[in-house]
């Protein structure tokens, strides 16, 4: 589901460059869109009663807050939004450290796909709240944050290979 979200935005957002469209409200579908998808992933794995109740609590909270910020400023749909990637970043941060937390006592179950979203989210967060910086940058720098998420992105993407081979490459064969 996560990624044909992802794929999805990424073929609108290619389409809408190639007709010099803009195309940074796209950034929002991807980030709420990682949010929800994310934290109903980690209600389902997280097998803690108080955790899941946090996670159902923030999910609400975060997409309560969104709304009140998108509904009082609608011009935020057209701009990137700072605020949005932070919330809903941290938000899932934390729900990874809670499932890492769980994985000292048990099986590693989803190791590997969490470490990817810690690892990316963290990542791309800082690059993110640093980027507009990037725009005081020499021009030959300025697209160094876009690389570097770029990057990251792709190991996530790596990670969530070894983690699909790992755990479910095996039961398609048999």
Not at 86 to 106: C, G, K, Q, W
Not at 111 to 120: A, E, K, P, V
Not at 121 to 147: E, R
Request: with cysteine.
């Amino acid at each position: 589901m996560y990624l044909g979200l992802v794929f999805v935005v990424q073929i609108w957002a290619e389409i809408l460059i190639q007709q010099k469209c803009n195309n940074l409200f796209l950034s929002h579908f991807y980030f709420v869109g990682q949010f929800v998808i994310l934290s109903l992933f980690y209600e389902k794995i997280l097998k803690e009663e108080y955790q899941k109740r946090i996670v159902k609590i923030g999910f609400i909270i975060g997409l309560l807050v969104l709304a009140i910020q998108y509904s009082t400023d609608v011009s935020l749909f057209i701009k990137f939004n700072l605020f949005e990637i932070f919330l809903t970043s941290f938000i899932l941060i934390v729900f990874a450290s809670f499932h890492f937390y769980n994985l000292l006592n048990e099986k590693k179950e989803f190791y590997y796909i969490n470490m990817g979203i810690l690892m990316y989210l963290c990542g791309s967060t800082i690059l993110f709240l640093t980027g507009n910086l990037a725009i005081m940058l020499h021009s030959k720098f300025n697209k160094m944050p876009w690389i570097l998420n770029s990057f990251l992105y792709i190991i996530y993407q790596v990670f969530i290979l070894v983690e699909w081979k790992k755990s479910f490459s095996n039961k398609i064969r048999q």
